[in-house]
């Protein structure tokens, strides 16, 4: 498998705020990743590093094997869709269709006419009497009919209500299994794409906490639900992420898999496991009322 | 179309099982093609790669087999497999587990039997 995106010791500081600190991770080939995070924990500021749109403080990144500025051999393979893309004032949809097709290599017209018609685009249209849907939608058109070997979604669907988002999901699923390509979505809609991700990007405060394969993250965090003394007691030690108490009972999260044992041994004195999905676990490790000792050892 | 699937369990092993009811439950019976990585893939709104690893689950057990260049099958026999494996599975999960909560009722194994034939007959 080869590798598309390389990070190491990568920093941005802003005066002194490390916006992204010491940041090292890989995107390898034909693998859609999710890069999950709070507003403000860095995710944008990365993004941006990759696509040569900011300059790094200091550490290493190439993307393709280069350094990514100004360089046209990188550029030319990356689609970047911006969450607030800015388009000319008196540009027509049809007229950022006419220029995307020029800028990327792989562009598929068919594929792109087929979506401005399922997404209900007005070709003739000035992008800036659209609708936020409908500039969501454009966005995300020319993210998927460019066919970029490394396509890029920041919080792409700003506005699209639930039908246009399960339509991009949808799309995005089927022209990825024919047209493999290295896809990241940033999004905060953990729940609604967890199934897509391959791996699994979560950075808090500017630093990479978990860099880990979507399906593995499955089951390493539960919900133990009881008697508070006896909740208390069986989570002794353990590594808890969030505890709200309620009356007499209380409800703890966990993080780390629990063994059949385990499981047998909270069924006997009456507590309850319940699964906690992505979503719910990234919300209780980014809340920061989560005290992180060390590197999380999932 | 997205179906519900437990957030407790890898997703893999949970694609691996719904091939294996629609074998029991003869939507695919033994020697028929099972759907593609891709067309299960845009199905249940998972990754590609998640499904494949499913797929190969069932190859490691020898219950899917590879046809080169045409795609993955049902072997013959795996039907009768398959339910022996769920039998034991269902001893593990409903009878202990049965007879455990029943002990805690006070519900001896005779009035259990009872119970039992009783629900059978109302079926």
């Known amino acids: 498998m080869s590798t598309v995106v390389?990070?190491?010791?990568?920093?941005?500081?802003?005066?002194?705020?490390?916006?992204?600190?010491?940041?090292?991770?890989?995107?390898?080939?034909n693998k859609i990743y999710g890069l999950l995070g709070r507003n403000g924990a860095g995710k944008t500021t990365i993004m941006h590093m990759?696509?040569?749109?900011?300059?790094?403080?200091s550490g290493e990144l190439k993307v393709?094997?280069?350094?990514?500025?100004?360089?046209?051999?990188?550029?030319?393979?990356?689609?970047?869709?911006?969450?607030?893309?800015?388009y000319p004032d008196n540009y027509r949809v049809i007229d950022v269709?006419?220029?995307?097709?020029?800028?990327?290599?792989?562009?598929?017209?068919?594929?792109?006419?087929?979506?401005?018609?399922?997404?209900?685009l007005p070709l003739k249209r000035r992008v800036k009497k659209l609708s936020r849907g409908m500039l969501s939608a454009v966005g995300i058109i020319?993210?998927?009919?460019?066919?970029a070997p490394l396509t890029i979604f920041d919080e792409p669907y700003l506005g699209l209500d639930a039908v246009a988002r399960s339509l991009f999901y949808n799309r995005l699923l089927e022209d990825?299994?024919?047209?493999?390509?290295?896809?990241?979505?940033?999004?905060?809609?953990?729940?609604?794409?967890?199934?897509?991700?391959?791996?699994?990007?979560?950075?808090d405060k500017g630093k990479i906490?978990?860099?880990?394969?979507?399906?593995?993250?499955r089951g390493r965090a539960s919900t133990i639900i009881g008697t508070a003394s006896k909740v208390d007691t069986f989570t002794a030690g353990k590594d808890v992420i969030n505890r709200e108490p309620f009356g007499g009972l209380a409800s703890v999260t966990l993080l780390g898999e629990l063994s059949a044992q385990e499981h047998r041994q909270a069924a006997e004195i009456g507590l309850e496991i319940a699964p906690v999905s992505l979503q719910q676990m990234i919300v209780h490790l980014t809340n920061g009322k989560w005290d992180r000792k060390a590197e999380i050892s999932l | 179309m997205t179906l519900s699937m437990d957030e407790s369990r890898p997703l893999f092993v949970q694609i691996a099982e719904r091939i294996e009811n629609d074998i029991i439950e003869g939507n695919l019976p033994e020697e028929s093609q099972v759907p593609s990585t891709n067309q299960f893939a845009a199905f249940y709104q998972i990754n590609p790669a998640t499904v494949l690893k499913g797929v190969n689950l069932l190859v490691d057990q020898e219950i899917l087999y590879k046809k080169r260049g045409i795609g993955m099958f049902v072997a013959t026999g795996v039907r009768t497999k398959i339910m022996e494996k769920r039998k034991e599975q269902f001893y593990e999960q409903y009878v202990v587990s049965m007879v455990k909560e029943a002990g805690k009722l006070g519900i001896s194994a005779e009035q259990l039997t009872e119970m039992i034939r009783r629900g059978d007959k109302e079926q």
């Open chain 1, 176 to 203: 990825y299994a024919l047209h493999p390509r290295t896809i990241v979505l940033s999004t905060h809609l953990i729940d609604e794409v967890s199934q897509m991700l391959e791996h699994v990007l979560v950075i």
């Open chain 1, 142 to 147: 020319v993210g998927l009919a460019s066919r």
């Open chain 1, 50 to 57: 990759i696509t040569a749109q900011l300059f790094a403080t």
């Open chain 1, 209 to 217: 906490i978990i860099d880990e394969e979507a399906d593995a993250l």
């Open chain 1, 64 to 86: 393709f094997g280069e350094a990514p500025y100004e360089n046209a051999r990188v550029l030319n393979r990356i689609c970047f869709v911006k969450e607030s893309q800015k």
């Open chain 1, 97 to 120: 269709m006419s220029i995307a097709s020029s800028l990327f290599p792989n562009w598929d017209q068919d594929f792109a006419d087929s979506l401005v018609l399922e997404f209900q």
């Open chain 1, 6 to 29: 390389e990070l190491q010791g990568l920093t941005k500081a802003y005066g002194k705020v490390n916006a992204v600190d010491n940041v090292s991770f890989k995107l390898e080939e």
